[in-house]
C-alpha cells in the first residue's frame, strides 16, 4: 500500500444537512436544560459542527428555540395541507379524521422533546411570543381546512379555530405523556389512532348513536 497517498477529501456538507443536525441536536439540548439552561456552545458541541454554523442558521438563542419547539407541529399542518390538497376527492369525514390523528401522534412520539418544549413553555418565556406566533402561522392552513369541512357536514365553522386546536392538544398532549403518568395507556401508534377518532368523532360512547 502507498502510505504516502492522500486520504481522501472530506465531503463538504450542505447547508440543509448541517441545519438538521444542529435541530437535532436543539431539540435534546433544550429538552434536557430547558431554555435558561440550554447554551448555543451546548448545541454546537452535540450537533459536532462549530457555534458559528450554529449562529449562521439561528442567530440568536430564541430563534433556535422557536424553530425547535413549533418546527415539529407547523411543519405536521403544512404537510397535512399539501396531502389534503392532492386528495382526489373529497374523503368521508371519518377517514378524513382518522388520517388526521395518526399522522398526529406519530410526529408527536417522533418528536417528544420538542413538543414538551411547546406545551410547557410559559407565557412571557423568552421567544414565547415568537413561538405562539410562529403556531398561530402554521395551523392557519389546517384551521381553513377543518372550516371548511365543518360547514360541509353541516355544523357552525366559525370556531374552527378553537375545534382544530382542542383536537391538536388533546392528541398531542396524550401522545406526549410516558408510561410513568399513564402506565396503562395505548402505546400502538394505530390503535390509538383509532380510540381517539372515534372518541374526537362520536364522544365517550365511541360511536355513533343509534338512529
Same mark, same amino acid.
Given at each position: 500500500m502507498n502510505s504516502s497517498r492522500s486520504a481522501e477529501p472530506r465531503r463538504r456538507r450542505s447547508s440543509a444537512e448541517l441545519r438538521g443536525l444542529v435541530l437535532a441536536a436543539a431539540e435534546d439540548v433544550f429538552g434536557r436544560y430547558g431554555y435558561r439552561g440550554a447554551t448555543m456552545e451546548q448545541v454546537a458541541g452535540a450537533a459536532g459542527v462549530t457555534r458559528s454554523v450554529v449562529t449562521r442558521h439561528f442567530p440568536t438563542?430564541?430563534?433556535?428555540?422557536?424553530?425547535?419547539?413549533?418546527?415539529?407541529?407547523?411543519?405536521?399542518?403544512?404537510?397535512?395541507?399539501?396531502?389534503?390538497?392532492?386528495?382526489?376527492?373529497?374523503?368521508?369525514?371519518?377517514?378524513?379524521?382518522?388520517?388526521?390523528?395518526?399522522?398526529?401522534?406519530?410526529?408527536?412520539w417522533s418528536h417528544r422533546p420538542a413538543i414538551r418544549l411547546l406545551l410547557l413553555t410559559p407565557e412571557g418565556h423568552p421567544g414565547g411570543r415568537?413561538?405562539?406566533?410562529?403556531?398561530?402561522?402554521?395551523?392557519? @392552513?389546517?384551521? &381553513?381546512?377543518?372550516? %371548511?369541512? $365543518?360547514? !360541509?357536514? *353541516?355544523?357552525?365553522?366559525?370556531?374552527?379555530?378553537?375545534?382544530?386546536?382542542?383536537?391538536?392538544?388533546?392528541?398531542?398532549?396524550?401522545?406526549?405523556?410516558?408510561?410513568?403518568?399513564?402506565?396503562?395507556?395505548?402505546?400502538?401508534? @394505530?390503535?390509538? &389512532?383509532?380510540?381517539? %377518532?372515534? $372518541?374526537? !368523532?362520536? *364522544?365517550?360512547?365511541?360511536e355513533r348513536p343509534a338512529g
Open positions: 438563542k430564541a430563534d433556535l428555540f422557536d424553530a425547535v419547539a413549533t418546527g415539529p407541529l407547523a411543519d405536521f399542518a403544512r404537510a397535512w395541507a399539501e396531502r389534503w390538497s392532492s386528495f382526489p376527492e373529497t374523503p368521508a369525514p371519518g377517514a378524513a379524521v382518522h388520517a388526521f390523528v395518526a399522522d398526529l401522534v406519530r410526529m408527536t415568537r413561538t405562539s406566533a410562529s403556531l398561530d402561522s402554521g395551523l392557519a @392552513d389546517v384551521t &381553513a381546512i377543518a372550516a %371548511a369541512e $365543518l360547514e !360541509r357536514l *353541516g355544523y357552525p365553522g366559525e370556531h374552527a379555530a378553537t375545534t382544530i386546536r382542542a383536537v391538536v392538544s388533546m392528541v398531542v398532549g396524550y401522545a406526549c405523556l410516558d408510561e410513568a403518568v399513564l402506565p396503562d395507556a395505548i402505546r400502538d401508534p @394505530d390503535e390509538l &389512532a383509532h380510540h381517539l %377518532a372515534r $372518541l374526537i !368523532r362520536f *364522544g365517550l360512547a365511541l
